[in-house]
């Protein structure tokens, strides 16, 4: 089987270099093609036909396949089905900000943690993401977009922090000074709440923006619409956040999906006053985008918008963050969850 390159460090491309009984520095040179998007080695063009050969038989550069790209034509997002080299399926969402262009990554095919409101959560948990498959979703993401990515948000399928390792290895391949050099505070984490990896996140890198959901503030509630509660309460969790941005310097996301009567209340909104007042902190609300076979609904903008309203008021910040591509199944897995009868 030939060695597939794509999410090699320098390292490990030297070692692979010395293998085929060429130099250390073709290593290097290999990482930066890997880096520029090229997949062919017939492109890389400041190796010999001899070498270029070699390679073509020893092995590859990556291993997605695009399945199906959905264009949101109002806002330019783009929402990416991709397979995996053993049939399994994975989304990535493109979106095109006043700042730059970001994607949306997955880490995980499907995800432990249950969220009751999550359409990845539906089909259970299958397996991590390599560093690799993280890292080819935004190469293939430029490939079809034609555009840069500035800006990578570690939210889409899988719960980052239960795939820390790999997750590492990919913050830092972005990160690679001989490659792309992406600045660690144009990347963001996103966690439903493990605490001992939001510790050790705070010490290993301390500049990638973390957020966290937090979606209901009430203990027992929280639990029932995410079983990551039962093992991590939430204000053992706001502990946490608050000893982050003590540690950090760094203001911290919360997410909160908003949900129909579920968490939308004036008592969960005078809850985020009680609990979110004086920690360094952004919140972002976002009305769920409705997955039919969850039974719940989103609150109206309107709502999201007063309630933002209120947050401000108490002097705590907030956006109703805008809704990117609803009308091509915006949220994580929503478009995999479609596409299982058709591939
Ligand atoms: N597992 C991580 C990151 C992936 S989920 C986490 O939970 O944070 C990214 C975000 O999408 C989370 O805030 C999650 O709660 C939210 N989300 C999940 N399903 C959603 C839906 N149907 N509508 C809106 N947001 C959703
Ligand atoms: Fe997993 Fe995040 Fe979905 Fe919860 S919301 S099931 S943690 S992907």
């Known amino acids: 089987m030939k060695k597939n390159l794509l999410g090699l460090t320098i390292e490990e491309l030297k070692d692979f270099a010395a293998e085929l009984g060429e130099k250390p520095f073709r290593g290097k040179q290999l990482f930066k093609w890997i880096d520029r998007g ?3 080695f017939e492109e890389m063009t400041d190796f010999s036909k001899a070498l270029r050969a070699k390679l073509q038989d020893a092995a590859c550069v990556g291993s997605l396949d695009v399945l199906r790209v959905q264009k949101d034509h109002k806002d330019g997002t783009r929402k990416f089905l991709f397979g995996l080299e053993d049939g399994n399926m994975i989304e990535s969402v493109f979106m095109e900000y006043k700042y730059g262009n970001s994607l949306c990554v997955s880490s995980q095919v499907g995800c432990k943690m249950g969220c009751k409101f999550c359409a990845t959560a539906l089909d259970g948990f299958t397996r ?3 560093p690799g498959e993280m890292l080819e979703q935004v190469y293939a993401a430029e490939r079809e977009t034609g555009k840069a990515i500035n800006h990578i948000v570690v939210m889409g399928m899988g719960e980052p922090f239960d795939n820390y390792e790999n997750l590492s290895v990919f913050l830092k391949l972005l990160h690679e000074p001989e490659g792309r050099n992406l600045s660690y505070r144009n990347m963001t984490v996103s966690t439903s709440g ?6 050790r996140f705070a010490e290993d890198f301390p500049q990638v923006n973390l957020a966290i959901s937090l979606h209901r503030l009430d203990n027992n509630g929280r639990s029932a619409i995410m079983p990551v509660n039962d093992a991590y309460p939430v204000d053992d969790l706001l502990r946490a956040a608050k000893e982050y941005t003590e540690k950090t310097g760094r203001r911290i996301t919360f ?16 809850l985020m ?13 976002i009305p769920l985008n409705k997955v039919t076979e969850t039974g719940f609904d989103g609150s109206s903008r309107k709502k999201a918008e007063e309630i933002a309203g209120l947050l401000e008021n108490f002097g705590i910040p907030a956006t109703v963050r805008r809704e990117l591509g609803s009308s091509i199944d915006g949220a994580c897995g929503q478009l995999r969850a479609k596409n299982k009868s058709i591939y």
Do not use: R
């Not at 493990?194 to 510790?199: E, H, R």
């Not at 997410?255 to 005078?270: P, Q």
């Not at 006053?273 to 609300?285: E, I, M, R």
């Open 194 to 199: 493990i605490i001992p990896a939001i510790n």
């Open 273 to 285: 006053k009680k609990k979110l007042s004086g920690l360094l902190c952004h919140v972002n609300l």
């Open 255 to 270: 997410e909160y999906t908003l949900i129909k009567g579920e968490n939308d209340s004036e008592h969960d909104v005078s």
């Open 128 to 130: 991590n993401l390599t």
């Open 38 to 40: 090229v997949t062919d």
